[in-house]
Each structure stands twice: as structure tokens, then as C-alpha cells.
């Protein structure tokens, strides 16, 4: 099992940053992908950024020149640095991680920003 607590939203005004923390409850070198996925309700979940253990990233477009992805492996954590943030951007922000065969999920911190 792996336990994922996500960390650091919050609500800011649109053009400001967030960075988002997922702690993982096993090394993060173990973990073959991990990744932020956003959700706004009504919708389905989407992808935002994934990294690979290796350190190769990807984003989904929206979020292409403005969000960052790393991993810290002092601290055990992937980070989500998120600037020039827009409203449409809303939407509580998940942590997954995929080792083996099994994806893992955290609860979820919430993102808001206003105009």
C-alpha cells in the first residue's frame, strides 16, 4: 500500500502561484510514475503533469509553460510549482502514484483562484 497526502492549496487571485506538495508513505524511487491529476465537479478528473522516477515529465497543455513539476527525494515528495495561475485553473488537485501494477490515490487539496 501507499499512502499519498497532498498538501498546499489554497485560494489566491488569478496571476499568483501555488505549490502543491504529495508526501508519499514509501520511497518515491520505488514509485515507477507519479503525477498531479485535477478535478472540477461534474467533470472528470484530469491529467495536469506526470514524472517518471527518472525524472522525465509531461504536461497536459493547459498546463504547459506554466506549472512545474519535481521531484525532492530529501524531502520524499513531488511538487506541482503552479504560476501565472487562472481561474479556470479552480478545481481540487490530486496526487497519484503507480508502482507495479497499482495506481494510489490521495484525498485531494482544494485550488481556488479568483479574478
Known amino acids: 500500500q501507499v499512502q499519498l497526502v497532498e498538501s498546499g492549496g489554497g485560494l489566491v487571485r488569478a496571476g499568483e502561484s501555488l505549490r502543491l506538495s504529495c508526501a508519499a508513505s514509501?520511497?518515491?524511487?520505488?514509485?515507477?510514475?507519479m503525477g498531479w491529476y485535477r478535478q472540477v465537479s461534474g467533470y472528470e478528473r484530469e491529467l495536469v503533469a506526470t514524472?517518471?522516477?527518472?525524472?522525465?515529465?509531461n504536461y497536459a497543455d493547459s498546463a504547459k509553460g506554466r506549472f512545474t513539476i519535481s521531484r525532492n527525494t530529501a524531502k520524499n515528495t513531488v511538487d506541482l510549482q503552479m504560476d501565472s495561475l487562472k481561474v479556470e485553473d479552480t478545481a481540487i488537485y490530486y496526487c497519484?502514484?503507480?508502482?507495479?501494477?497499482?495506481?494510489?490515490w490521495g484525498q485531494g487539496t482544494q485550488v481556488t483562484v479568483s479574478s
Open positions: 497519484n502514484a503507480k508502482k507495479l501494477l497499482s495506481g494510489y
Open positions: 514509501v520511497n518515491i524511487n520505488s514509485l515507477m510514475l
Open positions: 514524472i517518471t522516477n527518472g525524472g522525465s515529465a
